[in-house]
């Protein structure tokens, strides 16, 4: 019995070795500007307001989580909440696509990212917006927040990250905040699948390995 059990087990823990090295694996798609020295400001919006990054989908491209650069300051955000909408049409955004939400704890200025699961599709334009729902004045203007932003305003020349996502504008919403007028961009990234493929060679050993291992068992059990 224990014989016939070992080659089935480490066929088995082959095949899972096999799906293991093929998985995707996650990588970081950062929308922020190559060139532009961003600054911190604490002027950022009243409860309600969000920040975002308007964008087009150069490829395909798949994503587990959106983040925001920022600080939380002195009765600052506890809770923040991403969405992708539809690009605009004109001055304003589309349908709602998908949004997550979660909390956080201050770790300073960092990226805080929310789990998100959203498949983009190429030649698609897009908005990603962040908001403050942990705080009595969302985002805030008295210096509650602190957030990382670019002086990037469309038509500024749009920019590529990656080969895979077009930079257009930054926005700020709702009309209050200036919508797609307003002059800043906010620090934004992607957490996003990547595919790891094996090269031929560790294919190779691998089968050969399956091949010595069902081999060896039918010997034992001759």
């Given amino acids: 019995m224990r014989t016939l059990l070992r080659p089935a087990l480490s066929v088995a823990t082959a095949l899972l070795l096999t799906s293991v090295l093929a998985a995707p694996a996650r990588a970081q798609l950062d929308l922020g500007h190559p060139t532009i ?42 809770a923040i909440r991403a969405t992708v909408r539809e ?41 990603i917006a962040f908001e403050d729902v942990g705080g009595a004045d969302g985002w805030g203007n008295n210096g509650v927040n602190s957030m990382e932003f670019y002086v990037f305003n469309f038509p500024a020349q749009s920019y590529t990250v ?30 996003t699948a990547t595919v790891t493929v094996p090269e031929p060679g560790t294919y190779a050993l691998l089968a050969v390995g399956i091949g010595a291992m069902a081999l060896v068992g039918r010997r034992r059990r001759i």
């Fill in 37 to 78: 020295t961003p600054f911190l400001s604490g002027n950022i919006g009243f409860l309600g307001w969000d920040r975002s990054v308007h964008f087009r989908a150069i490829s395909d491209f798949s994503i587990f989580s959106a983040g925001i650069k920022f600080e939380p300051l002195q009765g600052g955000a506890t």
């Fill in 87 to 127: 690009g605009f049409v004109g001055p304003a955004r589309g349908n709602v696509l998908a949004t997550g939400s979660t909390a956080i704890s201050n770790v300073g200025l960092a990226f805080y990212d929310v789990p998100l699961s959203f498949n983009f599709i190429a030649g698609n334009v897009y908005d």
């Fill in 162 to 191: 990656g080969g895979t996502a077009e930079v257009i504008d930054g926005g700020c919403f709702p009309s209050l905040c200036g919508e797609y007028g307003n002059t800043v961009m906010p620090h934004v990234r992607f957490s």
